[in-house]
């Protein structure tokens, strides 16, 4: 990370402008004239405070196929089959091994987070230091970037268990922080945001993609990162908070499970596509689903038809079988959920168990139940079989969307896992890349 920030503020800013005629997709330039980060920093005019925007949602992409099958694989959820043996090897722990701190799986998602996260900084900083903007066009450039900061650093606790809150000075980064703090953090820079776009007015000076499509005013976008902080709340367990924060969202217990911000993705120069996306029936470059997930499905269930396919052609690597594959998207430009109604539903939920609303969290969970086509839950009725029935929901709904090995972790369920494998492991973080243990 060191090194990554260290490039960008003395060879230049990455610029990502949107693709001329389009609104879905970015295309990702280097522009070898564009300012540096010392130029920006001070009196940057509006145009270069939006190409820091358009850059901040391009790299929020980053790292996500990446993430999503790695934890995935380690959860017991996917196996990716494809040509690098360390997916069915390390993140299963194959005979023993350990996993590697200076492997892809180690360092994408952790250097993708924080170039983001350093975008968004830089944004922060220029958009308080220049004299072109109006003080409610300055509220909107900051609450959209906290907002973005406190969701990335939500993502790095779910993956490595850790991460690092202060990174303005690239030659003097703050310490690696453990889940709590950097939750009391992200909480704390959530509601910041969420007062900055009240003092935002009516709209953006700035555009965002089609992928926030209804989340793209001071308002809207609000409605999001109310929804980052019911989830935040929950993670650190404040089940009140979250029903408030949420209640200020966009959850809507009788709305279409599918609205939320979306990740964009194009095949334009310089853009990227959907790397989840896979081809029907492909050997080679798969993402097969675990037997359990099959087998342990609830009768009638319509997410296992609508979320993979069976193998035309079943075939096993590294001694792994499954007998069906990925088909969350149609085809490699397909958007990614950032978040969803169907999650805010989950999460309300769990906040619900959490406060001690049961009955509240019975009847969302029949919602999503409902929704995939079973009936309305009839277990107990107590804290713990809800939460049961909580988390076996969010498993089939939120299905190879980077949730269950987060899931599994702080319900302390990893042991339950299944060993796919004699002498396989179960891994419950990915390891912080060893650069950055060397700082």
Not at 72 to 94: C, H, I
Not at 137 to 150: L, P, Q, R, S, W
Not at 185 to 211: C, H, K, M, P, Q
Not at 270 to 285: A, H, M, R, T, Y
């Amino acid at each position: 990370m060191k090194n990554i920030f260290k490039k960008i503020s003395t060879t230049g800013l990455v610029v990502l402008a949107l693709l001329a005629g389009t609104s879905c997709s970015f295309d990702e330039v280097v522009d070898p004239n564009g300012p540096s980060v010392d130029g920006v920093l001070t009196n940057a005019s509006k145009g270069q405070l939006n190409e820091l925007v358009v850059g901040i949602e391009s790299t929020l992409r980053n790292g996500i196929a990446i993430e999503t099958t790695a934890s995935g694989t380690m959860a017991r959820e996917l196996y990716l089959f494809d040509a690098d043996p360390r997916n069915t090897g390390d993140l299963l722990g194959k005979n023993g091994i350990g996993l590697d701190n200076n492997s892809f799986y180690s360092t994408t998602q952790w250097a993708g987070s924080y170039r983001c996260i350093k975008n968004a900084t830089v944004l922060i900083e220029a958009a308080m230091n220049t004299d072109a903007v109006t003080a409610a066009e300055m509220n909107g450039y900051v609450g959209f970037a906290k907002t973005v900061i406190a969701y990335e650093l939500i993502q790095m606790i779910k993956s490595y268990g850790q991460a690092r809150i202060d990174v303005s000075d690239p030659d003097n980064l703050g310490p690696l922080l453990e889940s709590g703090a950097v939750l009391d953090y992200v909480r704390t820079i959530l509601d910041e945001a969420n007062a900055s776009l009240n003092n935002a007015g009516g709209s953006f000076s700035f555009n965002l993609s089609s992928g926030f499509d209804g989340f793209d005013s001071p308002q809207g976008f609000g409605e999001f990162n109310r929804a980052v902080a019911g989830m935040a709340a929950v993670y650190d367990g404040d089940g009140n908070a979250a029903l408030t924060a949420l209640s200020n969202s966009f959850l809507d217990l009788g709305g279409d499970l599918n609205v939320g911000p979306k990740h964009i993705f194009g095949l334009g120069g310089g853009d990227q596509s959907n790397g989840l996306f896979k081809v029907d029936g492909e050997n080679g470059d798969q993402i097969i689903v675990h037997d359990s997930w099959i087998d342990e499905a609830e009768p009638g269930d319509s997410r296992v038809e609508t979320k993979t396919n069976p193998r035309p052609d079943p075939q096993g690597q590294d001694d792994l079988n499954g007998q069906f594959e990925t088909d969350l998207y149609e085809t490699n430009t397909s958007p990614i959920d950032i978040m969803r109604n169907e999650e805010l539903i989950l999460l309300f939920a769990e906040a619900s168990i959490l406060a001690g609303n049961l009955g509240n969290a019975e009847d969302a969970l029949n919602v999503i139940r409902n929704a995939a086509s079973l009936p309305d839950y009839s277990g107990d009725s107590t804290s713990s079989a809800l939460t049961s029935e909580m988390l076996r929901q969010r498993r089939y709904s939120l299905w190879c969307e980077n949730h269950r090995m987060y899931d599994l972790r702080r319900y302390g369920l990893s042991n339950t896992l299944p060993i796919d494998r004699p002498g396989d492991q179960i891994f419950n973080t990915l390891p912080v890349p060893l650069a950055e243990t060397q700082l």
